[in-house]
């Protein structure tokens, strides 16, 4: 799919149904740590089976790190950081609808690593160390498990309970039943089966990954920008074994953003949206 933008991209996730939704915006410079945040208009492109729709969200206080959309369509965007000053907590999560209404906003915690929505409008959160060990104001993190979930208003539903997480990296929510998260001070890979663990798996080599999918073969993960590495399964432990390269249909190599979830997996670059 040829796709040409003279806009700046932000961010990007893949939904449960295997959409693609990227932000734009023509914001130059982004200051994470400003307060009061900036508003800005953020340009939401969301892509399936070849088609593209686009959303214009105006005067946003936030700076938006994460998107996903509801079985209804409203869309979820999702700033990593969020400030506790005490007498105010930042409101870091806000929900549009297709529009750019806003429907709701609420609280999702500081350190927020990776989100994504299943199809029961559950929103599954990782976090990176500083929301898990507290910072920016919080003395209690939201995070402090490493990898939560929450209702469509924001209500925590259920957290990790028993991994010690120092950064919860990795997060592949294929469905509700079947949620993938990466995390260490040691590499594993877990399988939780309706929130409950039904597989353990060590990690072997020196990276961990923030994006991964399964194919027939094995698991795919992005170990650095825009560099692929195949994992084989042995016994219990996923090793590393090849690089991927991705070419186009004249063997030129694709250069560009990836995004993955469940088994899709979608590439920007050369001024076109490959997927599989």
């Not at 009061?36 to 070849?50: L, M």
């Not at 209404?101 to 999702?108: E, N, V």
């Not at 939560?148 to 957290?159: D, L, M, R, T, Y």
């Amino acid at each position: 799919m040829d796709f040409k933008s003279s806009l700046h991209f932000i961010s990007g996730n893949v939904t449960v149904d295997g959409t693609l939704l990227l932000i734009e915006s023509d914001v130059l410079e982004l200051d994470y740590f400003k307060r009061p945040v900036t508003k800005n208009t953020w340009i939401i492109r969301t892509i399936k089976d070849g088609l593209m729709k686009t959303v214009e969200l105006k005067n946003v206080p936030l700076i938006p790190t994460g998107i996903d959309h509801f079985q209804d369509g409203s869309i979820l965007l999702v700033q990593s950081r969020c400030e506790n000053a005490g007498d105010r907590v930042e409101r870091n999560a806000r929900r549009y609808n297709m529009n750019g209404q806003l429907i709701d906003a609420f609280i999702l915690g500081d350190g927020i690593n990776t989100v994504q929505i299943d199809e029961n409008d559950t929103i599954w959160v990782s976090y990176f160390d500083e929301g898990i060990f507290g910072n920016f104001g919080w003395e209690d993190p939201i995070g402090h498990s490493g990898l939560a979930s929450f209702s469509i208003s924001g209500e925590k539903v259920w957290e990790a309970q028993g991994y010690n997480m120092a950064d919860c990296c990795g997060l592949n929510v294929t469905n509700s039943s079947n949620v993938f998260f990466h995390y260490y001070d040691d590499l594993h890979l877990v399988h939780l089966t309706n929130g409950q663990e039904a597989l353990h798996y060590q990690v072997k080599g020196s990276d961990g990954f923030d994006q991964f999918m399964f194919d027939e073969y094995g698991l795919i993960a992005e170990t650095d920008r825009q560099i692929l590495t195949r994992y084989k399964l042995n016994k219990k432990t996923f090793s590393p074994s090849d690089k991927i390269n991705m070419i186009d249909k004249e063997g030129k190599r694709i250069y560009g953003p990836i995004f993955m979830r469940g088994r899709f997996l979608y590439v920007w670059g050369n001024e076109t949206i490959y997927w599989r």
